[in-house]
């Protein structure tokens, strides 16, 4: 059983526009969540996190929003780059044991010039 | 600080060998992970350690042992190695939980098992 999902395999935008990655989750022990962005041949690269006593939390173009009550996060970038085509991962772990996490499927992003 | 090292880059296997995957930090984290990559699953836990000496398993453990001697080193063996296990590994290392610290990954292993 999926416990992170991402339901979006991929997601094109023009630059300048925002991407909204989404993220669901089933497990309501998860506390922590956190973005990752993953070039090809490459091992993923943290991006953005959150707690889940906040429902925001933003760093420069990237936000993220927690809703809890729909356990449902999504990633916002604004304004998109062509340099964040990648694919991104969401994960999750329960008492921030960043040791376990649980990742979504990954969500592919092009952002057209 | 070379992060988390990963050996060897890519592999070819036959079915039935047996091989093991390198990992190693130097940031002197407790945490250490293996996860494996495959298309349309995301990345999927195999093993992980919350300090030298101890392991536990992850979503997908069978097929894999581990062991953790020193806070630097992972290692992840494969003692029978199946086609299903042609995947992309990726070890990843972080800090206790309680400083809410990210993983920080290495640049992964690309086994292929025939």
């Known amino acids: 059983d999926q416990q992170v999902k991402q339901n979006s395999p991929s997601l094109s935008v023009q630059e300048g526009r925002i991407s909204i990655l989404n993220c669901d989750y089933t497990?309501?022990?998860?506390?922590?969540f956190l973005w990752y962005k993953k070039y090809p041949a490459e091992g993923p690269t943290f991006l953005i996190s959150?707690?889940?006593?906040?429902d925001k939390n933003e760093d420069g173009r990237f936000t993220v929003f927690l809703n809890k009550s729909a356990k449902h996060l999504s990633l916002h970038i604004v304004p998109s780059q062509p340099g964040d085509s990648a694919v991104y991962f969401c994960?999750?772990?329960?008492?921030?044991?960043?040791?376990?996490?649980?990742f979504g499927q990954g969500t592919t992003l092009q952002v057209k010039p | 600080n070379a992060g988390v090292t990963q050996t060897p880059k890519f592999q070819v296997l036959k079915t039935g060998q047996s091989m093991t995957l390198q990992c190693a930090q130097d940031?002197?984290?407790?945490?250490m992970s293996w996860y494996r990559q495959d298309p349309g699953m995301g990345l999927r836990l195999i093993h992980y350690?919350?300090?030298?000496?101890?392991?536990d398993q992850g979503e997908v453990p069978n097929g894999y042992n581990v062991s953790r001697s020193t806070t630097e080193d992972f290692p992840l063996r494969l003692l029978s190695a199946a086609p299903s296990q042609t995947s992309v590994y990726f070890c990843?290392?972080?800090?206790?939980?309680?400083?809410?610290?990210?993983?920080?990954f290495g640049p992964g292993t690309r086994l292929l098992v025939l």
């Open positions: 990843a290392s972080s800090r206790p939980s309680w400083e809410q610290e990210t993983q920080y």
């Open positions: 497990n309501s022990m998860f506390d922590y």
């Open positions: 959150i707690s889940s006593i906040k």
């Open positions: 994960a999750a772990s329960d008492s921030g044991n960043t040791g376990k996490l649980i």
């Open positions: 940031m002197n984290h407790e945490y």
């Open positions: 350690s919350v300090g030298a000496g101890i392991t």
